[in-house]
T-cell receptor, first 114, second 115 residues
Framework: GESVGLHLPTLSVQEGDNSIINCAYS??????FIWYKQESGKGPQFIID?????DKRQGQRVTVLLNKTVKHLSLQIAATQPGDSAVYFC?????????????FGQGTTLQVKP | DTGVSQDPRHKITKRGQNVTFRCDPI?????LYWYRQTLGQGPEFLTY????????KSRLLSDRFSAERPKGSFSTLEIQRTEQGDSAMYLC?????????????FGPGTRLLVL
């Protein structure tokens, strides 16, 4: 079946450094990708999304890169801050068609060291 | 705060009891989703509604689970005869589907513990 996987369960970075969180997906027909951030005890929070007709999209301190050839996307966080500490999930809509149900990876825990 | 609210935030129940959770989506969002999340895992899809119609249910949703969205606004998720394996975070998300564009916004979740 369709799957989404993250490369590292935990990433530890120094405050002020850049963070890169990676994600692989299995369905080459996937055309929409989303990153969520989940803080302890809270629901997932939308960060940024990207469509397959783009290779790169930038937000505030975040950049998502999409490599369709190897079915890989990454989330880059610039100048990582303590408030960035959370679990980060990539998600893709299941299959094609009208359903919007999302398939999530297991998540990468980002730890920011002061 | 995304604007999606869930109630209660926490629920402790004994095995065999019934529980009901409520989700209030962002106003005028036409889609509402339920997901379940266990410790260390990403959310797993359970079911979703477009307006008041339940369009899809996951195989994870056994006969003990039922969801409704009677007026196309708030939704309830009921679990009958709870089992310890039902212990999880139950997340609700809403979205406004226009064409193929859709972003799901999640609520804070209801954490269920079945003793």
């Amino acid at each position: 079946g369709e799957s989404v996987g993250l490369h590292l369960p935990t990433l530890s970075v120094q405050e002020g450094d850049n963070s890169i969180i990676n994600c692989a997906y299995s369905n080459s027909a996937s055309d929409y990708f989303i990153w969520y951030k989940q803080e302890s005890g809270k629901g997932p929070q939308f960060i940024i999304d990207i469509r397959s007709n783009m290779d790169k999209r930038q937000g505030q301190r975040v950049t998502v890169l999409l490599n369709k050839t190897v079915k890989h996307l990454s989330l880059q966080i610039a100048a990582t801050q303590p408030g960035d500490s959370a679990v980060y999930f990539c998600a893709v809509p299941h299959g094609s068609g009208n359903t919007g149900k999302l398939i999530f990876g297991q998540g990468t825990t980002l730890q920011v060291k002061p | 705060d995304t604007g999606v609210s869930q109630d209660p935030r926490h629920k402790i129940t004994k095995r065999g009891q019934n529980v009901t959770f409520r989700c209030d989506p962002i106003s005028e969002h036409n889609r509402l989703y339920w997901y379940r999340q266990t410790l260390g895992q990403g959310p797993e899809f359970l079911t979703y509604f477009q307006n008041e119609a339940q369009l899809e249910k996951s195989r994870l949703l056994s006969d003990r689970f039922s969801a409704e969205r009677p007026k196309g606004s708030f939704s309830t998720l009921e679990i009958q005869r709870t089992e310890q394996g039902d212990s999880a975070m139950y997340l609700c998300a809403s979205s406004l589907r226009t064409g193929r564009e859709e972003t799901q916004y999640f609520g804070p979740g209801t954490r269920l513990l079945v003793l």
